[in-house]
């Protein structure tokens, strides 16, 4: 029985929503950035987030069957090879050490066509940067309740 099982189909059938899942992202991996709507953001992003989570994981680990079997994991989710190489020689080691938050998702606005909404997801560059933009919004924030 399906009782109360709910999941996001986004208008597609099950084979058209998991092409979606690996095109989508491969090109988030490969380009570290990319424009889509924010529906399709939302629904990819922890799916990227655990994909970097095992590549992290297998790069902290020094057992080499570990690492084989996490590609071979990946190779099921991503079809593109040249994805899997960045992700484990570039960006597992750039987030070695992070427990999580490894991408974003910022809203651009609507399409033209069809005013979509639509959003940047992206891989987080450094955790340096994430903090300074934060002390600088609660720096404006405090300086406008004092006002």
């Known amino acids: 029985m399906r009782h109360r099982v709910v999941k996001k189909k986004l208008n597609r059938d099950k084979d058209h929503r998991e092409a979606l899942i690996s095109n989508l992202s491969a090109q988030i991996i490969e380009k570290e950035k990319v424009n889509t709507t924010l529906a399709k953001a939302k629904y990819i992003r922890p799916k990227v987030e655990k994909m970097i989570t095992k590549a992290v994981k297998a790069h902290d680990s020094e057992d080499k069957i ?6 071979k994991e990946l190779r099921k989710d991503i079809r593109s090879e040249s994805a899997i190489k960045k ?8 987030f070695s050490g992070r427990k999580g938050g490894y991408t974003k998702i910022v809203k651009t606005g609507n399409r033209e066509g069809d005013n979509a909404l639509t959003a940047r997801i992206e891989i987080v560059s450094n955790l340096e940067d994430t903090k300074e933009k934060l002390k600088r919004k609660n720096v404006k924030k405090n300086e406008n309740k004092t006002k």
């Not at 570990?66 to 590609?71: C, E, H, M, P």
């Not at 992700?87 to 750039?94: C, D």
């Open 87 to 94: 992700l484990m020689n570039e960006i597992a080691p750039k």
């Open 66 to 71: 570990f690492k084989f079997n996490t590609v």
